[in-house]
């Protein structure tokens, strides 16, 4: 439930609230689901560099990189789960695409056109030839003994490469500024300024537009013939008729934000999205929908190859395409502000809110149940932001800080007795951020940062005292509670366990010293499930002697953590949430995700996934409700919860 830094800014602000089925979304999405069915990252190969522009291209064991002003960069894919880079070629402009036929890539290299690489020899690629018609080559086809090239103001570029060494551009054709394009059979496919041109590219010597079909902002496409997919950075995804080329119509189209690149295989779409990957269905093409997102650091470019899809912008990565065809989000609640925290209690979701800046902030009482339009059941200002929230009782208390105002944070107390009048009953001051909270009885316990551990009385909640600190040894970002001790994500510390027997006295008993910034931190049972970029899963049978069972690595950032029914749900900020199997015999599994607008709290409560998403409100997701590796339309049980989830969420079919 945990917030944190967020890693880029988003200005908007939602002045209403309303519920909806996601607009990508199918009209009856699931209500559980096995997440170890969606796409996921299994790997990822660290590529130098930031590119703005980047392509890749796939060959046997090897991807090739188009690396933006890096140039190319070779990638080793042998082992699918440890690609490494093993070769590359420096240059100074920006390589922007890229092809490979035989042991030679080509490379769309921007103003200075296009380069032939040897890499026969993939440790030690070598440059051989160079060929340009203008500026701006910007992507690039092989079909046959011809280059294609999406060469801006040229059009489309022909490009004779039978002798490797010596490229001749032979054709070209006047398609409008072009940014990408494919080829099938005697027709290139060019996303252009002029929207999808079809080029009839029979003789490559005298290639000539044969049909035109407006799309703002088109700047990819791929082929599946009859259907080419063209992405566009204002309309989305539109899946396009082609089979008359002389007039191409639009059949169905999807609402997203393409970054750069398109491919699709199958009936399937991949469509980058800046840090995210949607995978679109269109095996009704009137009517194409969103199946999955992913999240992922940052992606410009996606090939699909054999069993794999790779994907490309700060690092190479490789994602199992998974087979579901289930979208796990079941709606959204936009809020008044950015959530930064939630909690559901008792049928109601409490919500610490704040704008970016940390200058306006609130907090909301929501009732989540009523059908189609859950109902903000009241409103409270907040002075400072909530980086964490805990419900006991009649009372939300709330771990306050100064986000970028000062160095200090708060305890806040506010009275939820009468949900529909939330008032804040107390506050005391710290000298540093809170990050985390947890209340037992009449205490609470605040993961304190460089203050450590701070434990409040809190019987008299409107006159909350400091009874005791534990000075943990790192910066504490959450806490958890079971018996009379209290587990700490003690940030580049790892792991504290603070005996609390005595709140007045608190003793650290144990630490366990973990690889990465422990953020995120939840208890069940006998053991602890701690997030530092790895997911730990931490025996703490003996508490005094805790030790590692098994660690995972999901993608994405440390964050709040939630368990439920053999599962870890993990906050992962723009990569989403993912979802860790636990209750499986070995080391824990990362089943899969789904990428929100940006994960930085959540609670799981009813058999629902309740997320802080920074840019679209609270996210309401699907839980696992199946067997690990089982459809969950297969199992029973998932019917039974399934009912039991749309009863609750209010959804009827």
Not at 15 to 43: E, K, N, T
Not at 138 to 152: K, M, P, R, T
Not at 178 to 193: E, R
Not at 518 to 536: F, I, K, T
Request: glycine share 12%; proline share 7%; aromatic share 10%.
């Amino acid at each position: 439930m945990r917030f944190f830094a967020r890693a880029f800014a988003m200005s908007l602000l939602w002045s209403s609230l309303l519920w909806s089925a996601l607009p990508l979304a199918p009209a009856a999405p699931a209500r559980c689901v096995d997440y170890g069915q969606f796409p996921r990252q299994i790997a990822a190969a660290d590529i130098p560099g930031s590119p703005n522009y980047a392509g890749v291209a796939v060959s046997g064991s090897y991807a090739y990189v188009a690396d933006g002003s890096w140039g190319l960069q070779v990638v080793d894919i042998s082992d699918i789960l440890n690609p490494v880079v093993v070769g590359s070629l420096g240059w100074s402009r920006e390589a922007q695409d890229l092809d490979v036929s035989g042991h030679y890539a080509y490379v769309a290299n921007s103003y200075d056109g296009v380069r032939v690489v040897d890499v026969a020899d993939p440790r030690h690629p070598l440059l051989v030839a160079t060929a340009n018609a203008g500026d701006h080559a910007n992507s690039l086809v092989i079909s046959g003994l011809h280059a294609y090239i999406a060469y801006g103001g040229a059009g489309v570029v022909v490009m004779d490469i039978s002798d490797p060494l010596h490229p001749e551009i032979v054709g070209q054709a006047d398609a409008g500024w072009t940014y990408g394009l494919d080829v099938d059979g005697s027709f290139a496919y060019a996303a252009s300024s002029l929207g999808l041109s079809v080029v009839d590219v029979a003789d490559p010597h005298q290639p000539f537009v044969r049909g035109t079909l407006p799309i703002g902002g088109a700047i990819a496409v791929a082929i599946q013939y009859p259907y080419a997919c063209v992405a566009s950075q204002t309309t989305g995804l539109s899946v396009v008729d082609v089979s008359d080329p002389d007039a191409p119509r639009i059949l169905g189209s999807v609402p997203l934000h393409a970054s750069w690149g398109v491919d699709a295989v199958g009936t399937r779409a991949y469509v980058p999205d800046s840090g995210r990957l949607w995978v679109v269905d269109f095996s009704d093409p009137s009517r194409p929908r969103a199946i999955a997102r992913v999240g992922l650091g940052q992606i410009l470019d996606v090939v699909v190859s054999g069993e794999y899809v790779f994907g490309v912008g700060g690092d190479l990565y490789v994602l199992d395409p998974g087979g579901s065809s289930v979208w796990p989000a079941i709606g959204n609640i936009a809020t008044q502000l950015l959530p930064s925290a939630v909690e559901a209690r008792s049928r109601l979701l409490y919500v610490p809110e704040t704008d970016y800046w940390g200058e306006e902030c609130c907090f909301q009482v929501v009732d989540p149940t009523f059908r189609h339009d859950p109902q903000v059941v009241g409103t409270a200002d907040l002075f400072w932001p909530a980086a964490d929230i805990a419900v006991s009782g009649d009372y939300a208390y709330l771990a306050l800080g100064g986000y970028g105002q000062s160095n200090n944070g708060a305890l806040g107390v506010m009275d939820i007795s009468d949900p529909r009048d939330p008032h804040l009953v107390a506050t005391v001051m710290l000298e540093r951020f809170t990050k985390g909270i947890a209340v037992s009885g009449h205490y609470a316990y605040v993961a304190g940062e460089y203050s450590g551990l701070v434990i409040f009385d809190v019987a008299d909640p409107h006159n909350p005292v400091v009874v005791g600190t534990a000075n943990t040894s790192g910066m504490a970002y959450d806490v958890a509670l079971s018996g009379h001790y209290a587990f700490v994500a003690d940030g580049t510390s790892g792991f504290a366990v603070v005996d609390v027997a005595d709140p007045v006295h608190p003793q650290i008993v144990a630490a366990l010293d973990t690889p990465g910034d422990a953020r995120g931190l939840a208890v069940s049972g006998r053991q602890a499930y701690l997030s530092d970029g790895l997911l730990h899963v931490i025996d703490i049978g003996d508490p005094l002697t805790p030790w590692i069972v098994g660690s995972v690595d999901p993608p994405g950032e440390p964050g709040p953590v939630a368990v439920a029914g053999g599962v870890v749900y993990l906050a992962s900020g723009w990569w989403g949430v993912q979802a860790v199997g636990v209750s499986q015999p070995g080391p824990p599994t990362v089943l899969g995700g789904f990428a929100t607008g940006g994960a930085f709290g959540l609670s799981v409560a009813d058999g629902l996934v309740y997320v802080a998403d920074y840019e679209e409100g609270i996210t309401v997701l699907a839980t696992q409700c199946a067997p690990v590796g089982m459809h969950a339309a297969d199992s029973e049980a998932c019917v039974a919860v399934l009912a039991g989830q749309r009863e609750v969420a209010g959804i009827s079919d």
